[in-house]
């Protein structure tokens, strides 16, 4: 079981261009993460960072350990909102919409921008 509670945290999002596949990013982000310290342990316990691969333009990959886009971001307005901010018109494809679009349906009460 994981507690409920976690220390608060920023959700931040990143667009770059690279010339690796979708496997080898994520293959990278899990080795930046574990030279910063992060220990895999539970499934959403707290950690000291979290990265992952959102899109990686029009990819589709289900592999072990790894699906893109993220099976889980439309659902995500604590990753949306960001992502909207710099990808509002980028096209989720799978789902076929934007990014500002699913980002605008989203439930944002929890969301806050830092300033």
């Known amino acids: ?65 790894v699906t893109v886009p993220h099976p889980r971001l439309h659902e995500r307005a604590f990753v949306l909102v960001p992502l909207a901010e710099i990808a509002a018109e980028v096209v989720h494809p799978i789902l076929g919409r934007t990014i500002s679009d699913l980002a605008d349906e989203s439930d944002c009460s929890g969301i806050r921008g830092i300033l």
Not at 33 to 55: F, Q, Y
């Open 1 to 65: 079981m994981v507690d409920d509670y976690q220390p608060r945290y920023l959700n931040q999002v990143a667009a770059v261009q690279t010339t690796l596949d979708a496997l080898q990013v994520v293959i990278e982000l899990l080795a930046i993460e574990s030279s910063l310290g992060r220990v895999r342990e539970k499934k959403n316990a707290s950690r000291t960072l979290d990265l992952d691969l959102l899109l990686h333009g029009d990819t589709v990959l289900e592999a072990t350990g």
